[in-house]
């Protein structure tokens, strides 16, 4: 009994010690806290279906933002993405609802490339494991089959 508390109390404090709880970094030079001051605004149309895209900065290579695509003949996707930016690709985690039925959120991966002013989703093939679904690896991602071409516009507020 003596020996299992020797082993657990201080396990126990070390856990409580590492964890402020916080969650945010406080360094003045961690750049993952610093966001900028304007959403960037997108806007995609191909054929009958449009996509609005808001990514917003949160240092040198984290991202969120919200997307919305309404499609003509099915349901909306709307939702939120978190990810980050490596080189001239945007890669997310995107939790969206279909349509009105909000009780179910589903959640796919995102892959954008960045040119000029531009960005272009990327189709790739999705693996899930575990309930998390990802790009598999070792099988390049095609911005070339992307249907939605987003154009920057105006933030709406």
Do not use: H
């Amino acid at each position: 009994m003596k020996f299992s508390l020797l082993i657990y109390v201080p396990l126990a404090l070390f856990f409580f010690t590492a964890c402020d709880g916080s969650g945010k970094k406080t360094s003045e030079n961690d750049n993952d806290t610093i966001s900028t001051a304007k959403p960037e605004c997108y806007i995609a149309v191909y054929e009958k279906d449009t996509a609005y895209l808001n990514i917003k900065t949160l240092g040198r290579e984290k991202i969120e933002g919200d997307l919305l695509i309404q499609f003509w003949n099915n349901p909306n996707n709307d939702g939120k993405f978190t990810g980050r930016r490596s080189g001239d690709t945007l890669f997310a985690d995107y939790s969206y609802t279909v349509g009105t039925y909000k009780e179910r959120i589903n959640k796919n991966p995102l892959a954008f490339l960045m040119k000029g002013d531009s960005l272009i989703l990327g189709v790739g093939e999705i693996e899930t494991k575990m309930g998390r679904s990802y790009f598999k690896p070792g099988v390049p991602i095609n911005f070339d089959r992307g249907r939605f071409r987003f154009s920057r516009t105006e933030c709406k507020d």
